[in-house]
């Protein structure tokens, strides 16, 4: 009998069993491999891996799993999709590269993640539409990347989320307001949006977005001023919270942030996270 790997789940109430006595689904942390036995020590009730460079290499020909990635444990979310030379809102671009892709990546995904895993699509350098392409041609390509990305996950049990990026990371897609936007002028469904508080303080978008729009947020990334750890600086973490939960949003928080010293800083963050919440 084959025995099928431990899932986020069952790792989450293993390692800390306080987790499910959270007001949300938990607190987790955006890590490569390495750090992932650090972040469960320093009390993460999940790891977010990053899937350029830690989950899926290149050798230049083709996409794999890397081959020290630990797949025995599935994940329920991934963040960092797309590499930054696949040139997604450039309709002068070869379709079938991103096409390539999907089909090397999702499945290998697929096939360490738990059913319905998110997987964040941000890749701000990746859909930054370039010097001199048509900006209305350029939202439609990338809405045409957004649908194919969509259904790749699909096929395989996964689940995008579509993340606003504040502007020194991309031109395209900015706000909460203009990707729900965007996702709806193009009729595109079954693809919630990131609630990232670093990039609505960057951009200056309020808080009541947030709330009026949850029912369309279907994952949230956290840090504090100048993306430190939760706790070590003056934004405004509460009310983010209280805007999530008062918008319907009820699923976990990621932590996404700059660490000098990981363990003790992101058990310090975690700590406040869940005291404030």
């Known amino acids: 009998m084959t025995i099928p790997p ?17 007001p949300l689904t938990g ?12 972040a469960f020590a320093s009390g993460a009730d999940y790891a977010e891996p990053t899937i350029v460079g830690n989950l899926v290499v290149t050798d230049g020909a083709g ?10 444990v599935r994940r329920g979310s991934f963040a960092i999709l797309f590499p930054g030379d696949l040139s997604l809102a450039d309709p002068g671009f070869p379709a079938e590269r991103v096409t390539a892709y999907l089909d090397a990546v999702m499945p290998i995904i697929g096939s360490v993640s738990e059913p319905g895993a998110k997987i ?3 890749s701000g350098t990746a859909r930054t539409v370039p010097t ?3 900006v209305t041609a ?4 990338f809405a045409e990347v957004v649908v194919e ?5 699909e096929r395989n049990g996964l689940q995008i989320v579509l993340e606003p990026l504040n502007r020194d990371e991309t031109n395209l897609l900015n706000s909460l307001e203009e990707t729900v936007a965007f996702l709806d002028e193009f009729g595109i469904d079954r693809v919630p949006v990131v609630a990232d508080l670093f990039h609505i303080m960057l951009e200056e978008e309020p808080l009541a977005v947030v709330q009026a729009l949850g029912a369309r947020i279907g994952h949230a990334h956290i840090a504090d001023a100048g993306r430190r750890p939760p706790g070590q600086g003056d934004w405004p973490l509460t009310e983010f919270i209280t805007a999530l939960r008062d918008g319907g ?7 996404e942030c700059l660490f000098e010293d990981f363990e003790p800083e992101l058990e310090a963050a975690l700590a406040h996270l869940r005291q404030l919440a």
Do not use: C, K, L
């Not at 390692?15 to 499910?20: F, L």
């Not at 350029?138 to 390509?141: E, I, P, T």
């Not at 990305?149 to 996950?153: E, H, L, M, S, V």
């Open 249 to 255: 949003y009820n699923g976990p928080i990621t932590v």
């Open 132 to 134: 001199g392409v048509d």
């Open 149 to 153: 990305t969509r259904d790749a996950a």
């Open 138 to 141: 350029a939202r439609a390509r």
């Open 6 to 22: 431990t899932t986020e789940r069952n790792r989450m109430s293993d390692t800390n069993p306080t987790a499910q006595r959270h």
């Open 27 to 38: 607190y987790g942390v955006i890590v490569p491999s390495e750090r992932i036995p650090d």
């Open 120 to 122: 964040v699509f941000g």
């Open 63 to 72: 996409w794999t799993r890397h081959p020290d990635y630990d797949a025995s």
